[in-house]
């Protein structure tokens, strides 16, 4: 029972709290746009494989904006040496320029980028030593909560390299679940033997993190078990065979501590009560423009390469899982066909009868969904 000496009190407050209810409106936060139109470089003067230099532009942001990168195109674009020797670049690409062949590079020199833009802007980078990279030991990987992760071992006996940044290619091999030895046409409504296989393809991914690491605060240069990349568990790259191409590069200090700062950036902001971005200063400079922003920065060293592959077969027993895919028997009849291949989306996999075909949904019988089934030239 309500008291009586409440009642006034509800009344009162009860318009007021439906006011309150009702004065919500929508947050449009007023986004400031800016077209800064900075030169973005991305590369690495290589002593071992050609050198690819990447031109883009920083874009005006603007709210849903989903354009495509903004290319840097028709630059002239040259590596040059303390000793006066220039070596010329060739577009091969949207923004990519590159050295086509390994450049000779004399590991006592220093080097720097030197690039020439279509609208008469010139752009350099500062003079850094030649540094090679040691040879990386090994790339292991350890079952670690439920799922792999794969690690890098690497040590300079002469204590020069410290600092160092990784890059990866992934490939997988993986299967379908059904083997299929027929295909519909779907012009002609009608089934015929396949002249390809879509059982077996592989997939390719390449590393987006920036992966970093330094001994400079060691008493060896030793890096031990720096994590590259984590598979989850039953994750299809490790269904059949996996295998890691590792791309290792030797940083100066100044390198590796802009790449750090990049790496915060990407990596550590989550909320505006994380640690907010760094000031990215590379080592890259407009002439023609001195006050001009230029992102990137330029190293230059052997680089080495070290690829590994990991069997399904160490796996956990049960680390494959597959769709549901269940089996339909079609008759070989226009109706019937149209009905489950045409607009069922199942495909056909082998003759159960004269006139009736075993069939399942297309993502359990062809794997060219997901991948290709051309087999990469390094696969065993």
Known sequence: ????SFLPKMLLYCPCIFLLAN???PFDPTLKSSDTNALVVEGYIDGTLPTIIKLSRSRMLTIGDTAARKYEQGAKVLVEDDHQDAYPFTQTGNGIYS?????????????????????????????????????????????????????????DPNDSTKYYRWEYNETWEFHSWYYSNFIYNEDSNKVYPRTDQVYTCWQSDSSTSILLASSAKLTNDVIYEMPLVYITQHDKRLSVLYSILVKQYT???????????????????????DPQPNESVGNIHCV???????????????????????????????WNQFPYCPLKNVVDNPDTLKKYFADGGLDPIDLVEPTTYSASGVDCVDCTLFGTNIKPSFWP
């Open 1 to 4: 029972m309500i008291k009586k």
């Open 251 to 273: 940083l100066d200090q100044n390198g590796y501590n802009y790449w750090l700062a990049m790496q915060s950036n990407n990596e550590d902001i989550g909320s505006i009560f």
């Open 99 to 155: 050295s086509i062949n390994t450049l000779s590079l004399n590991p006592g020199y220093q080097y720097r980028l030197h690039i020439y833009t279509s609208n008469s802007e010139e752009y350099v980078s500062d003079l850094v030593p030649f540094k090679p990279s040691p040879p990386i030991d090994t790339i292991g990987w350890d079952l670690k909560d439920n799922g792999v992760q794969v690690f890098v071992n690497t040590h």
């Open 288 to 318: 023609t423009n001195p006050s001009e922003l230029v992102v990137g920065y330029i190293n230059a060293g052997k680089t080495v390469e070290k690829r590994v592959f990991i069997n399904n077969s160490s796996m956990p027993s049960d």
């Open 23 to 25: 004065c919500k409106v």
